[in-house]
């Protein structure tokens, strides 16, 4: 089942041909996950998708307040009675009518929702190799930053990854600077530097980066910088990590050659745990 405009319908139910975000790419979406009824991180959610909205001048209904949104997300997870874990997407795209121009800027939405086997965020793969992408670049703009339904370069890069046996690929901006993964931020550990590359770079402005940095900062021990990362820099890393909300931290145990300690990113993830009262 889905949730279309506030209706629970069978999931077979199909959107029009004329649907903007299949044409165009014209919608904006998030992915969260449900704990126990709970929506983790909603609010910092809530906010990054009217502001996507906003920056692709979409018209925010009145109604779409955190508490309404926040409804038809468990609404639906309720139904499919999957509360106590789940994955979901609620993507949000402007009506049809016109080509690339839109004849209006009213949105409809659509949220769907999967069960996931686990509530804490544990390390899922414990073999996590990776190679950087060079086909295509992310550019540097504030679109890229967005999660839109146009993401090309990540599908590309994907089917790269399947094809040389990679877990994931790093991504390059047009400046050649390493700036994300496909499914996550990118952190770096070198020496007693924490680095991620800065939003300004093209990157994702990810939910769990930010919690990241968060937890990052409360370790004496640790200085944390976020500055560009060339592919040398890659090579001399002691530790390497994507970060999401759904699988909270995956460390990377091998780039090309180099492999990689996971210490810092087990630390994380413990904390991460504790702090959402998830152990």
């Given at each position: 089942m889905i949730n279309f405009n506030g209706v629970i319908l069978d999931s077979d139910f199909q959107l029009s041909v004329n649907n903007r975000s299949f044409l165009y790419g014209d919608g904006v979406f998030e992915t969260l996950k449900i704990v126990d009824n709970t929506i983790l991180f909603f609010e910092d959610?809530?906010?990054?998708?009217?502001?996507s909205m906003r920056i692709v001048r979409m018209e925010i209904p009145m109604s779409f307040t955190l508490e309404f949104l926040e409804s038809q997300i468990l609404s639906l997870v309720n139904q499919l009675?999957?509360?106590?874990?789940?994955?979901?997407r609620i993507t949000v795209y402007r009506n049809e009518g016109g080509y690339y121009a839109p004849n209006q800027n009213s949105v409809s939405y659509v949220v769907q929702a999967a069960p996931l086997s686990d509530k804490t965020y544990t390390i899922e793969k414990s073999n996590f190799e990776v190679d950087l992408y060079k086909d295509f670049a992310v550019t540097k703009q504030l679109l890229s930053t967005l999660k839109t339904t146009n993401k090309m370069v990540h599908v590309t890069a994907s089917i790269f990854a399947k094809e040389n046996q990679l877990e994931s690929c790093l991504l390059i901006n047009d400046s050649k600077n390493v700036i994300e993964a496909i499914s996550g931020n990118l952190f770096m550990l070198m020496g007693n530097t924490l680095i991620t590359p800065p939003i300004s770079d093209g990157c994702l402005n990810g939910i769990m980066r930010k919690q990241i940095i968060t937890l990052a900062k409360q370790f004496e021990t640790i200085d944390f910088v976020e500055r560009e990362i060339s592919p040398f820099d890659i090579q001399k890393a002691d530790e390497l990590f994507i970060t999401n909300v759904i699988q909270g931290i995956q460390p990377i145990t091998k780039y090309r050659k180099k492999?990689?300690?996971i210490k810092l990113a087990l630390q994380l993830l413990e904390k991460l745990n504790a702090g959402l009262n998830l152990e």
């Open positions: 959610h809530y906010f990054r998708l009217m502001a009675a999957i509360e106590n874990s789940a994955r979901v492999e990689f300690e």
